[in-house]
């Protein structure tokens, strides 16, 4: 079973904010996610990574960017926070079908 | 275009009976089929998966049938436990590795 980690758990921040929301793992996994769900719907994936120095846009367009600098490590960042990023952002990580996940952080914008 | 559905967006079901979710896709480049449970305030926790060259796949109390022709999934816990209460992922992928979850289905199991 993977370990990932993400923080913080829980963030409210206010408009125009740039926020930063870490990811780590330490299974060694080249493939990395970042999702973003919202009560009674399903994941949406807004990032993914297959390696170091390799980042794609996922299937929902979002506003946040991401960078893969270790294997380790993969942060996401929003550069000014709005009330609409208000959500909770999944963090995951796979070897080949089966995606391993983190906790999630649950940000909400004021 | 929602391409994995669970149609029904909860479950209730007695402790000791059987629970059976229930998931449609529409693409037929899926090959396989994954099952995540989700608890409040936590991430999704992989439980079961199943390849498109597979019928059915057992796992303890949870078995996961896929029915190909009618692009149809079903995950069946038995007997179910209160603590089997979150709501319930179908997950597809193909090639790319990707996966495409459902809406989910919130299972409660009452003592």
């Known amino acids: 079973e993977a370990d990932i980690y993400q923080t913080p758990r829980y963030l409210v921040i206010g408009t125009g904010k740039k926020i930063t929301l870490e990811c780590s793992q330490t299974?060694?996994?080249?493939?990395m996610y970042w999702y973003q769900q919202d009560p009674g719907m399903e994941l949406h994936l807004i990032h993914y990574s297959y390696g170091v120095n390799s980042t794609e846009k996922g299937d929902l367009s979002s506003e946040s960017t991401v960078s893969r600098i270790r294997t380790e490590h993969f942060p996401l960042t929003l550069e000014s926070a709005r009330p609409s990023h208000t959500s909770q952002y999944l963090c995951?990580?796979?070897?080949?079908?089966?995606?391993?996940f983190g906790p999630g952080t649950r940000l909400t914008v004021t | 275009d929602q391409q994995v559905k669970q149609n029904s967006p909860s479950l209730s079901v007695q402790e000791g009976r059987i629970s059976i979710l229930n998931c449609d896709y529409t693409n037929s480049m899926f090959d396989y089929f994954l099952w995540y449970k989700k608890y409040p305030a936590e991430g999704p926790t992989f439980l079961i998966s199943i390849s498109s060259i597979k019928d059915k796949n057992e796992d303890g109390r949870f078995t996961v049938f896929l029915n190909k022709s009618a692009k149809h999934l079903s995950l069946h816990i038995v007997p179910s436990q209160p603590g089997d209460s979150a709501v319930y992922f179908c997950?597809?992928?193909?090639?790319?590795?990707?996966?495409?979850f459902g809406q989910g289905t919130t299972l409660q199991v009452k003592p």
């Open positions: 995951a990580s796979s070897v080949s079908y089966e995606q391993y």
């Open positions: 997950a597809a992928t193909s090639n790319t590795g990707k996966l495409i």
């Open positions: 299974m060694g996994h080249d493939k």
